[in-house]
Every structure is written in structure tokens, then in C-alpha cells.
């Protein structure tokens, strides 16, 4: 089973460097299906393998949420999002301590794209890291990483109070590099 764990872990990689490389190199988006369809593969993956069951479980329900837009009435539209949020919540306390920091990613992500901070290609594709990925060590180099570019465009254009824009998907690339080479160390 661990091999497949890596299997799985070393082809997202490959697919978010590849993502990255279009957007940074190629200055062009992937289309729609370069974030749906590996969510989707993500979720079966961890229902099929009764892994983070829950976790692919609380995506649902956040990806019928977002979608509730679609609705022409606006009684409706709060009644979904009230039972979303009371499912999510239902789920997350549910859940083992892994699963509650991997839910608890695919909340601040879904939450960051409902506020615009974050594309929906970008929040989608960080929902399915951390459904591969449902742990806490995945948000946290994510984290690693925006710090990491900040610091370094900090220190190469010299000050501090201008501001960038993010290379998403670079970043999330290189979170995915860091969160492997962690789990690299952790079996030594």
C-alpha cells in the first residue's frame, strides 16, 4: 500500500510541475480539466482505498456548496450553504486528527476562493493536494513555500513594502516538492 502512496504522491508531482510550467513558461492556462478530472481521481483514490474517506466526503459537500450559486432563488441559495456547513461540520468532527487538518485546508482554500484571494483552478488544485495529501505537513509546506518566495523576492528586489504577485502555481509546485522531500527524511 505504501508504494501506491508514492506512486500517486510522485504522478501529482509531475502533474503540478507540469501545471506550473504552462502557466509560467507557456504564460497560458490549463483548461478546466487539468483541475476537475484529478480531483475527482484524488477522491475515488481515497474512497476506493478507505483512506481519508471522509475527507472526499467533505470535498463533495464543498463542491455542491460552490456550485450554489447556479440557483435563482436567493432562500434557496442561503438553505444550501447553511446545510453544507452544518454537513462539513458534522464530517469534520467525525473525523481523525489527520483528516480534521486535511478538512480543515480544504475549508481555508474553498474559503479563499469564495472571497477571490485564490483562482478556482488554484483552490481546486490545492483541494486535491490535500486530499492526496491529508495531513497537516502538506498545509505547512505550502506554507513553507509562499514564505520561502516572498523572502527571496524580498531579498532580490530589495524592500519590503512593495508587493507581487504570487506564482500559484509555481508555489504549489514547490510545496508539493517540499512535502515529499519531508516524507523522504521521515522514512530515513
Known amino acids: ?3 501506491l502512496d508514492w506512486l500517486i504522491s510522485i504522478v501529482a508531482l509531475i502533474w503540478l510541475i507540469v501545471m506550473a510550467f504552462f502557466v509560467i513558461r507557456k504564460h497560458q492556462s490549463l ?3 487539468w483541475t476537475w478530472l484529478p480531483l475527482l481521481l484524488a477522491m475515488a483514490i481515497r474512497i476506493f482505498s478507505s483512506q481519508a474517506a471522509l475527507m472526499a466526503a467533505a470535498v463533495a459537500v464543498v463542491l455542491v456548496v460552490s456550485e450554489r450559486r447556479h440557483l435563482k432563488q436567493k432562500a434557496l441559495e442561503a438553505m444550501v450553504l447553511i446545510a453544507g456547513i452544518l454537513a462539513i ?6 473525523a481523525d486528527i489527520p483528516t480534521e487538518s486535511g478538512i480543515g485546508g480544504v475549508l481555508v482554500f474553498w474559503i479563499a476562493w469564495e472571497l477571490h484571494y485564490i483562482s478556482g483552478a488554484e483552490s481546486m488544485t490545492l483541494i486535491t493536494c490535500v486530499v492526496l495529501w491529508p495531513n497537516v505537513e502538506f498545509l505547512l509546506s505550502y506554507l513553507a513555500a509562499g514564505l520561502i518566495w516572498a523572502i527571496g523576492v524580498r531579498i532580490k528586489d530589495g524592500g519590503w513594502l512593495k508587493s507581487h504577485a504570487m506564482p500559484m502555481s509555481a508555489i504549489i509546485a514547490f510545496s508539493g516538492v517540499i512535502y515529499l ?5 521521515l522514512l530515513a
Not at 461540520?89 to 467525525?94: A, Q, R, S
Not at 522531500?181 to 527524511?185: D, E, L, R, S
Open 89 to 94: 461540520g458534522f464530517i469534520f468532527f467525525n
Open 31 to 33: 483548461g478546466p480539466r
Open 1 to 3: 500500500m505504501i508504494y
Open 181 to 185: 522531500a519531508y516524507q523522504v527524511i
